[in-house]
């Protein structure tokens, strides 16, 4: 879909590393994001509410059937229609039903994550229809072709000038990289696309059962155009994104707004739970929620990773990972990327198809501290690891890497053996002299440890291990001699 | 209703219970239990004056820290000379010719704004359910005033039922937003608007606005006018004059004056 992109983790992540703009804009953007919201964790009054939201969204996946069962009767009782789609292709064949009982022309759509997920839009396009998506970031995205590259500000990759060249080239205004001029030309395109369409196409951010509505955030409006103006509405959601009560719902969405963008509220909520009833004077005709399963049931099933599903989708991770903030959004090749997308992705896409993205991750822990749900991504980042290093028949995963578990099976036997362990060293030092360089260091190493010292040099061995050094120099000098006795025994 | 029988099969399976036996609802009563609001509605009510006029101090800084710009009405009068400054001396965006359209609404029909325009070439629109042609005046139109049912004091947010004659378009497709807030609809924090949406007979559509429409997406530099109003101007009518000297004074009087009867 995108001839920016190179689909490789490694390529992509190398083109990251090596590009200054996507550098300056995810500093900018970790600075004040993450930090920000790290510091609204701290200071917090209810230091139980991250908490008392994640039980609660554990307690509706231990309950789901019957939490998504009253949201589905509620948004019919209003005249909703409520479709369940088991997969990606059965909620791009209902979607694609509606738009064509309705003889839809062009589609506006509220940035979804969920559509990016099941891919809908090439399929509409190749029924003729015209999909234009109204967030700005999106849609500078889709008029350049490309893809986003983080989960709330999908176009922090491209800077204000090639974006005044690309609305130059795209939408024949004169060039300009001043943002509020570039933001009123995107103002007035959309504006007319969102007045004259026949459907729209969102997400959910959170459904809210017992009133049956879904909800919507956005800054800038796009979705409630989106939710408002067409006559024909078809919002795509998660099975896992419902919660049960108000109050419930009233948490999430704060936790969401703060995490996001450090925002008490976002300037919009919108909450929806049917076409507009028969006295009112807007909205639209008809309302389809499609409640989308697309392998998450998998997920909810395996007690190691049910835990994923809580996310709400803030993207605070991205705004914090250290590995996120060098390589950028594209390396991770999924509408979900950063430290979720490192364990969301291969959960719903294939853990071997994206061996790499857990890989990648350092593990530091960051993502789970600043996680608004307090998502413990990394324990799951390595539990993914696991399953690679191992294989895994209920995820349909293979071992990764053969060799590595080999080269992993001899080195427990040799550190579980002193006399092993220091012969190896002995051979090691011996070994490495030929490649160590003038600054001391391992420049090279042969065949398969050669990805070691690919981006960076190696120190050597050093001529004496710690214990070696720590015998010669001070153990004879230890006051306690029963210690003494016990370096004596080492 | 197939699709829902075998999805929610497979998730009762996903979940290790028997996935032929569906889980009625009533058996889990915890689930929907309704938070007790009871006290939150009492703290509502039982507001005085006084406390009031604090939400409104918070509410007003708290909206200029969001961009939106705020009027403290004593009248219904001060509010239309308001709105009338605002109608004549803002620009139309996407036209060249002033209309604005209004809700359907008790309190704004007070303001007459009908007549207030009678020798300038300004059309005023009333957002009628049985208007055929409402979706067009609101596109032509510059300025959309609503009244608010709820606003909410912590996070400067007021929000907006759909209902009859108060569609969800007047307050999103002009370029300029003037709401009107009641003090007495004005609560403390978001948990009180809830507990009061909870009240609500009919809960269908809704929409929190929190400030003017927005976009970080260039370069996160903000700029104000995305897809939703450009402008919102928040005037709340408070019947007593609210600055604090006024107010003060006021309290004294009224402290003197009632201390004979008491
Ligand atoms: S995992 Fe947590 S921090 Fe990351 S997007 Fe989801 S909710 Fe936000």
Redesign the pocket.
Known sequence: MSATTPSNYRTAATAGIASPRLQKSLHGLQNRFGKG?MEIWATMTDQEMRRRVKDARMNTFAHLDIILAELAKNVRTRGGQVHFAATAQDAIAYTLAVAKRHKVNRVVKGKSMTSMEINIDPVLEDAGIEVVETDLGEYIIQLAGDKPSH?IAPCIHLDRNQIGELFEEKLGIDYTNDPPTLTMAARRALREKMLTAEMGLTGCNLACAETGHISLVSNEGNIRMTTTMPPVLVALMGMERVVATLDEHREALQ??TQ??ALQKLSTYVSFLGGPAAEDDPDGPKEFHLVIIDNGRSKILADPEFRE?L???????????CPVYGKIGGHAYNSPYC???GG??TPLLDGINKHADLCKGETLCGA?KD??????D?PRMLAALRHKLAYGSDLWNTSQHSPAEAYVYSFWKIVIGNPRFFRLMLRTGRFLQRPFVRKNKMVRKMLGFAGGWTKGRDLPPLARQTFAELWKEKYAATRPNPIEGQNEEGN | MDSQTAFMRNIRQSLGLAPDTERPKRLFPALFAKADTALILQDIENRTTEQQNELVEILQANALALGVNISIAGSHDEAAAIVVDLVRTKNPEFTHTKHIVHHDHPDLATLQLWKRFSREGITVHTSFSADQQLREKTIASFIGITAADIGVADSATFIQLTQPGRPRSTSLVPSIHIAFLKKEHLVADLREAYALLREKERLDSFVFITGPSKTADIEAQMVHGAHGPREVHLIVLSPPPIEKDVRETQNLQHTEEQQPNS
């Open positions: 919201a989960i936790l969401l995490a996001a994923v809580a996310c709400i989708r803030c993207g605070a991770c991205l705004n914090i950063g430290p979720i364990v969301v993502c600043i996680c608004p749900v307090e998502n991504l």
